[in-house]
């Protein structure tokens, strides 16, 4: 950009685009980055769009029929929707977006996918009937932050007669941020909810509509990883009458990933699994034996210590991963009392135990425990 007056034939901020948008894609979208056909759209589309990794779980759930996908945006959910499906309409109000979409549906030889120019709702409330709607509702200011599905545009509560008129199925993504029970009572018919992670890093959350479903709505945990993806089905009548059992810490320490703590799955989990919970605010727990492919993280306990310089000293090096769980302390000033650098093989978890008392639970990762 700074030579851009010694080249006056180039668009200087179209080459800053593409070269902004292929360095986003690399990690983030690896099929697009390794097309040479593909074009970028501005910082903030590429920002605001699915990853591939979730894109490709969204597959999983719409892999049928005819579809539409009503704030379409930089199209990397309906590029990989119309992989398995008949049909799908991508609707996009931006009409520089919208060609530079329909240039990589091009690029990636999709010839089932109809571009619309133009508002989504007015495009699907002119259709015949299709199988299915996917939708992510935008903040309706950029930059603020969005707890209720009143607070997006477009509004999905009001528009559901709509949807089940032209679908049966709706597939809604909302940020994390969203109360997950709480849009359970303001929409109808959820099914199931998909409370979606990367790498342990929270990032969507998708529910699935089914015209007329009556019954319990399953919530599934799904945190994918390198080489796994870790799952975890609970519905919350069972996480509300489930009573579990206490423990002081034992052989084993587990810390649930983000999408189970998310989708509050607190006693669920150890029930299911069989553990016992260090505190009813401590949300890790622990046990005797064991527990193979837990979702999340699996330690080996190697001592449980006060929380003092003194009598950290005789279990650390000075350097470990510290971690405070139902700690009456931040962390920050925890780590300065205890003169603590961050790194090494150690992990050390401040949390509160049964009895009410703040402990250091100094341990080490399980040896088997998968990327």
């Known amino acids: 950009m700074l030579q851009a007056s010694k080249y006056p034939l180039w668009d200087m901020k179209a080459i800053a685009r593409q070269l902004t948008g292929k360095k986003l894609a690399k990690k983030k979208l690896p099929t697009w980055f390794n097309n040479e056909l593909i074009l970028y759209p501005v910082r903030l589309s590429m920002e605001q769009c699915s990853s591939e990794d979730t894109a490709n779980y969204k597959r999983s759930i719409l892999k049928y029929g005819r579809g539409i996908d009503i704030t379409g945006g930089f199209g990397i959910d309906t590029t990989i929707l119309a992989k ?6 991508y609707c996009e109000r931006n009409t520089d977006l919208a060609a530079i979409v329909e240039n990589n549906f091009n690029a990636f030889k999709l010839s089932n996918i109809q571009v619309y120019v133009g508002d989504g709702i007015e495009c699907l409330s002119s259709q015949k009937q299709l199988d299915w709607i996917f939708i992510d509702p935008a903040r309706r200011k950029e930059g603020e932050r969005v707890f209720r599905l009143q607070d997006c545009e ?7 007669d709509l949807f089940f008129e032209k679908a049966n199925q709706v597939l809604i ?7 997950i029970q709480q849009t359970i009572r303001d929409l109808e018919f959820v099914k199931e ?12 959350v998708l529910y699935l509509l089914e015209k007329e479903f009556k019954g319990s ?4 945990c799904v945190n994918i990883k390198k080489t796994l993806t870790e799952e975890f089905t609970f519905n919350f009548e069972d996480e509300r009458s489930v009573i579990n059992s206490y423990s002081e810490p034992l052989a084993y320490l587990y810390e649930p990933n983000a999408s189970v703590l998310k989708a509050g799955a607190f006693k669920s989990i150890a029930k299911q699994l069989k553990l016992s919970k260090l505190h009813q605010h401590s949300h890790l727990y622990t046990s005797s034996e064991l527990v193979k492919n837990f979702p999340g993280r699996t330690f080996i306990i190697n001592a449980v210590i006060n929380a003092d310089k003194k009598s950290l000293a005789k279990h650390s090096n000075g350097k470990a991963n510290l971690a405070c769980r139902n700690f009456p302390q931040k962390i920050d000033l925890l780590k300065k009392k205890l003169k603590l650098k961050d790194g090494g093989e150690d992990y050390i ?10 402990k250091l639970i100094v341990c080490k990762k399980e040896n088997n425990e998968k990327l």
């Open 154 to 160: 477009p509004n999905v509560i009001e528009l559901n």
């Open 193 to 204: 909810v998909h409370v979606l992670s990367v790498n342990n890093d929270c990032k969507e």
């Open 349 to 358: 978890f401040a949390t509160t135990l049964i009895d009410g008392k703040p």
């Open 217 to 220: 709505t399953q919530i599934k």
């Open 84 to 89: 398995d499906t008949e049909s799908v309409i």
């Open 173 to 179: 993504k909302t940020a994390p941020l969203l109360d």
